[in-house]
């Protein structure tokens, strides 16, 4: 029987490979694929703004989870906010505005616009939202992912505290209900972008 992943707290100096593994996970990613048509500007640009999110919003106000793979390297990430602090501060928000003009570039806008139907369709009950969870593609299928959203969700269960996340890939659906979430809708961006499945989780009775 192999040994379930090991899952702990990123430390900051990690924020760059963790953003590197987000990064090359998120490569083929719908959304993205849509911020960033262009793939060499993709790939230059995804680990500018998951550092950037770490460091000034998920580390801050909530968690940043990270799974191990056999050889210690960092094989997922999990980008988490706490109940109530999903919502950057006009402060961090400014912060943040540098280092998200130089990871988009021309794309600034259209990212710019995704936040704000993101932030539109947010739930308004207390969560702890699950931004963003990937595994490099390398290692997948061993497990870490599902580490990581057990080792998180368990907390929730524990506390009585729901969960949220978008979906933007409709084959994740499963996966995610799996784990207790349930799509409560859909919605589309603006311009031509893609769907967005917004999945909600109630805990689970420890009875």
């Given at each position: 029987?192999?040994?379930?992943?090991?899952?702990?707290?990123?430390?900051?100096?990690?924020?760059?490979?963790?953003?590197?593994?987000?990064?090359?996970?998120?490569?083929?990613?719908?959304?993205?694929?849509?911020?960033?048509?262009?793939?060499?500007?993709?790939?230059?640009?995804?680990?500018?703004?998951?550092?950037?999110?770490?460091?000034?919003?998920?580390?801050?106000?909530?968690?940043?989870?990270?799974?191990?793979?056999?050889?210690?390297?960092?094989?997922?990430?999990?980008?988490?906010?706490?109940?109530?602090?999903?919502?950057?501060?006009?402060?961090?928000?400014?912060?943040?505005?540098?280092?998200?003009?130089?990871?988009?570039?021309?794309?600034?806008?259209?990212?710019?616009?995704?936040?704000?139907?993101?932030?539109?369709?947010?739930?308004?009950?207390?969560?702890?939202?699950?931004?963003?969870?990937?595994?490099?593609?390398?290692?997948?299928?061993?497990?870490?992912?599902?580490?990581?959203?057990?080792?998180?969700?368990?907390?929730?269960?524990?506390?009585?505290?729901?969960?949220?996340?978008?979906?933007?890939?409709?084959?994740?659906?499963?996966?995610?209900?799996?784990?207790?979430?349930?799509?409560?809708?859909?919605?589309?961006?603006p311009g031509g972008g893609?769907?967005?499945?917004?999945?909600?989780?109630?805990?689970?009775?420890?009875?």
């Open positions: 029987m192999s040994t379930p992943p090991d899952v702990r707290p990123a430390r900051r100096a990690e924020i760059g490979s963790l953003a590197r593994t987000l990064a090359a996970a998120f490569q083929d990613d719908p959304v993205m694929e849509w911020l960033w048509p262009d793939p060499g500007r993709r790939a230059s640009g995804l680990p500018r703004l998951f550092a950037t999110q770490t460091r000034h919003q998920h580390l801050a106000n909530g968690g940043v989870d990270i799974a191990l793979d056999s050889s210690g390297a960092i094989g997922g990430v999990a980008l988490w906010d706490a109940p109530g602090r999903w919502k950057p501060s006009v402060w961090r928000e400014l912060r943040m505005l540098p280092q998200l003009a130089r990871a988009f570039g021309g794309r600034l806008r259209a990212g710019k616009e995704l936040v704000e139907l993101m932030t539109a369709v947010h739930p308004d009950e207390p969560h702890w939202y699950l931004a963003t969870i990937g595994t490099d593609p390398d290692r997948r299928g061993h497990g870490l992912g599902q580490a990581l959203l057990q080792s998180r969700l368990e907390q929730c269960d524990r506390d009585g505290i729901p969960s949220y996340l978008e979906s933007s890939k409709q084959a994740n659906i499963a996966y995610y209900e799996r784990f207790g979430f349930e799509v409560t809708t859909k919605v589309t961006v893609p769907d967005l499945w917004l999945m909600w989780r109630t805990p689970r009775s420890r009875a």
